[in-house]
Nanobody
Framework: QVQLVESGGGLVQAGGSLRLSCAAS????????MGWFRQAPGKEREFVSA??????RYADSVKGRFTISRDNAKNTVYLQMNSLKPEDTAVYYC????????????????WGQGTQVTVSS
């Protein structure tokens, strides 16, 4: 069982930055593929970024602006978000799964409760 707790969301002006954190419980954190998804009001949840063994993967909409990373010693995954745009406004969710392929398509076994990111124009 893995529990995920996101933090770091908030209100920021367009062009600003935020860093989201996702703290995971459990002693096998390093075994899990980790990722970030988001859901804007009235829209379906969408993939943002995930870490595979070969590196980070990003949605086209955030490529070049967002960076995913993890610190296995701290059981934490991060999402550094730069050059934020109003269209980045959403609830951001952290997800984990032992299978990267499942995680990548939004079928992760474990999800956090989400953290709100609001970008004002």
């Amino acid at each position: 069982q893995v529990q995920l707790v996101e933090s770091g969301g908030g209100l920021v002006q367009a062009g600003g930055s935020l860093r989201l954190s996702c703290a995971a419980s459990g002693r096998t954190f390093s075994s899990y593929a980790m990722g970030w998804f988001r859901q804007a009001p009235g829209k379906e949840r969408e993939f943002v970024s995930a870490l595979s063994w070969s590196g980070g993967r990003y949605a086209d909409s955030v490529k070049g602006r967002f960076t995913i990373s993890r610190d296995n010693a701290k059981n934490t995954v991060y999402l550094q978000m730069n050059s934020l745009k109003p269209e980045d406004t959403a609830v951001y969710y952290c997800a984990a799964d032992l299978d990267y392929s499942d995680l990548r398509v939004g079928r992760g076994d474990y999800w956090g409760q989400g953290t709100q990111v609001t970008v004002s124009s």
